[in-house]
C-alpha cells in the first residue's frame, strides 16, 4: 500500500474506532446472517471476542507501512482459524 493510502486508512480507522462496539456487532450478525453455521463455532457471549476483533484490527492498523512484519502473526492467526473450522468462504 503507498503511504498516501495508509494514511487514508489510518485517519479512517482512528475516526471510527470510539464506534468499535456497533461495529463488532454488526460484524457478526452479518458473518452470522451470511453464514449460519458459523455461529456454532463461538461461545454465546460475544462480548470477548468483539473485543478481541478490534484489538486485532488495531494491531493490525498500526502496522501498516511497517513492511510485512505483520505476516507471521496474520499466518498463525489464519492458522489457528482454519483449525477452528473456519473456511475460505468465511
Ligand atoms: C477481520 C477478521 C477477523 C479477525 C481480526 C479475527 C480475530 C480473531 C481473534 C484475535 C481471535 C481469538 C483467538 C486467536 O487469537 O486465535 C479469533 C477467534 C475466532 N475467530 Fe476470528 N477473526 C476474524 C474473522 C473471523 C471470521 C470471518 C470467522 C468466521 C467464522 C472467525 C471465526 C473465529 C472463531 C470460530 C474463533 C474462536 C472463537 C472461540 O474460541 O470462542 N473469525 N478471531
Not at 36 to 48: G, I, K, R, V, Y
Not at 71 to 78: I, M, V, W
Request: hydrophobic content about 40%.
Amino acid at each position: 500500500m503507498d503511504p498516501h493510502r495508509i494514511a487514508r486508512v489510518q485517519a479512517w480507522f482512528r475516526s471510527v474506532i470510539l464506534m468499535s462496539d456497533p461495529i463488532a456487532h454488526r460484524f457478526c450478525d452479518r458473518l452470522f446472517h451470511l453464514y449460519p453455521e458459523a455461529q456454532e463455532m463461538f461461545a454465546e457471549d460475544l462480548s470477548a471476542q468483539r473485543t478481541k476483533l478490534f484489538q486485532t484490527l488495531t494491531v493490525a492498523e498500526a502496522g501498516l507501512g511497517h513492511g510485512d512484519d505483520l505476516l507471521p502473526a496474520a499466518r498463525d492467526l489464519g492458522r489457528r482459524h482454519a483449525r477452528d473450522r473456519v473456511g475460505e468462504r468465511h
